[in-house]
């Protein structure tokens, strides 16, 4: 993979210990898995981004980064792989989980309209939408649990792939280079 390019935006292992606001976690940011750029650091970055990508809120960084420093993958690809979930791409995200969960619990496949807003009816609103958002609950949960896991197993397979297909390019390219197919 072009490494080159990104070592210029990563932090070095000495800047990383160096620096003072991070030296009170004390050594735990300290593994060189956690900055290095190799297949299995950076999959497995990838792999826990995708599937810390679908907790709510900001609490996917958090959730990305307790759970990368103890499996001591690349830190920065597990934190900065967050262009799959924006805005645009959540609501769609979270309807498949529901159709994923529903299919496993046996619930019925369509969501339900929420209920009708009323001002005078301001309790029976609020015991009508806690209803309706417990009914959405274990589907939503469970699905939410497999398309997490089925995105971050794929997201692993392909940057190992795409790893794979650079280095051999690479060695392709350095052969021709080189002079060919000569016996050597």
Same mark, same amino acid.
């Given at each position: ?33 956690? /900055? ?10 990838? &792999? +826990?981004?995708?599937?810390?990508? #679908?907790? !709510?809120?900001?609490? =996917?960084? +958090?959730?990305? &980064?307790?759970? &990368? ?9 597990? #934190? ?39 001002? !005078? ?10 209803? /309706?958002?417990?009914? #959405?609950?274990? !589907? #939503?949960? +469970? ?25 051999? +390019? =690479? ?14």
């Amino acid at each position: 993979m072009p490494r080159k390019y990104l070592r210029k935006y990563l932090p070095s292992h000495d800047s990383v210990r160096r620096n003072k606001y991070l030296a009170t976690l004390g050594g735990a940011l300290h593994h060189p898995n956690l /900055w290095h750029l190799n297949r299995r650091s950076v999959s497995g970055g990838v &792999a +826990i981004r995708l599937f810390c990508g #679908l907790i !709510p809120g900001p609490f =996917q960084m +958090i959730g990305a &980064a307790l759970v &990368a420093i103890p499996c001591r993958v690349n830190l920065p690809v597990a #934190l900065a792989t967050t262009l799959y979930t924006n805005p645009i791409t959540i609501v769609p995200l979270y309807v498949a989980a529901y159709w994923m969960g529903s299919l496993g619990t046996g619930a019925s496949g369509s969501i339900a309209a929420p209920p009708e807003f009323a001002w !005078p009816h301001l309790g029976a609103w609020v015991g009508a939408l806690a209803d /309706w958002m417990l009914e #959405l609950g274990k !589907p #939503l949960a +469970i699905g939410l649990v497999v398309l997490a896991a089925s995105l971050a197993g794929l997201g692993w397979i392909a940057v190992r792939a795409a790893w794979r297909a650079w280095v051999v +390019i =690479q060695w392709r390219r350095r052969k021709l280079r080189r002079g060919g197919n000569r016996l050597t």
